[in-house]
């Protein structure tokens, strides 16, 4: 069974101060890792997604990289827009045109002036 | 805004009672997914269909079901509720299946009491 955890639950940063979240996984046959990103009461907004080990994408302050066991979404100089909930999930390799996506239980990110 | 429309957005009902909740995924899109977000378990996969046919399943209840019309909108009635199917009800949409970037709509809150 597909699985993935996320740390750290929540992370408090200041305006400026960089870090990083974490997304461990264990999946047979990856076909995606997506990274979302989620406000109170709404949707998740698609971020990335990565296939390969070795693979990075970027967009804005975000950056998100790949190994074989987990991703991190480096958060470089956030700004208090940046807070949501980030989640990540994993699409594991199913039949045919068959897709889910498991999700971890998300990084609430706090950014403050 | 992704392109995935969900009615009705807010929904109170009695325990005992039926409901349905109807989604329109983005247009060209085949595949519809539905999960479940509660506060103490995430989001979870219900199920999938592609192009009008059932393709993934997850943890649904017996009590759920669901269907994807030649449109391609797709319903989920869940009925006999209980005060635990109080939840975020978010459908999905990809184009095909796997490896497809899948795109959220802004969910249907439903509250049983």
């Known amino acids: 069974e597909d699985q993935v955890t996320q740390s750290p639950e929540a992370l408090r940063l200041q305006e400026g101060e960089s870090s990083s979240l974490n997304c461990s996984y264990t999946?047979?046959?990856?076909?995606?890792l997506f990274w979302y990103r989620q406000d109170p009461g709404k949707g998740p907004e698609f971020l990335f997604t990565?296939?390969?080990a070795g693979e990075e994408k970027e967009k804005e302050r975000l950056k998100a990289t790949l190994t074989k066991k987990e991703s991190f979404l480096h958060i470089t100089a956030p700004k208090p827009e940046d807070s949501a909930t980030y989640l990540c999930?994993?699409?594991?390799?199913?039949?045919?045109?068959?897709?889910?996506?498991?999700f971890g239980t998300g990084t609430r990110l706090q950014v403050t002036l | 805004d992704s392109g995935v429309t969900q009615t009705p957005k807010h929904l109170i009902t009695a325990t005992g009672q039926r409901v349905t909740l109807r989604c329109s995924p983005r247009?060209?899109?085949?595949?519809v997914y539905w999960y479940q977000q509660s506060l103490d378990q995430g989001l979870q996969f219900l199920i999938q269909?592609?192009?009008?046919?059932?393709?993934a399943k997850g943890n649904i209840l017996e009590r759920f079901s669901a269907q994807q019309f030649p449109d391609l909108h797709s319903e989920l009635n869940l009925s006999s509720l209980e005060l635990g199917d109080s939840a975020l009800y978010f459908c999905?949409?990809?184009?095909?299946?796997?490896?497809?970037?899948?795109?959220f709509g802004e969910g249907s809150w439903l509250t049983v009491v």
């Open positions: 999905a949409s990809s184009v095909q299946g796997s490896g497809n970037t899948i795109y």
């Open positions: 999946v047979s046959g990856l076909r995606g």
């Open positions: 990565l296939y390969s």
């Open positions: 999930a994993v699409q594991g390799a199913l039949a045919g045109t068959a897709s889910k996506l498991t």
């Open positions: 247009s060209g899109d085949l595949s």
């Open positions: 269909y592609y192009n009008g046919e059932e393709r």
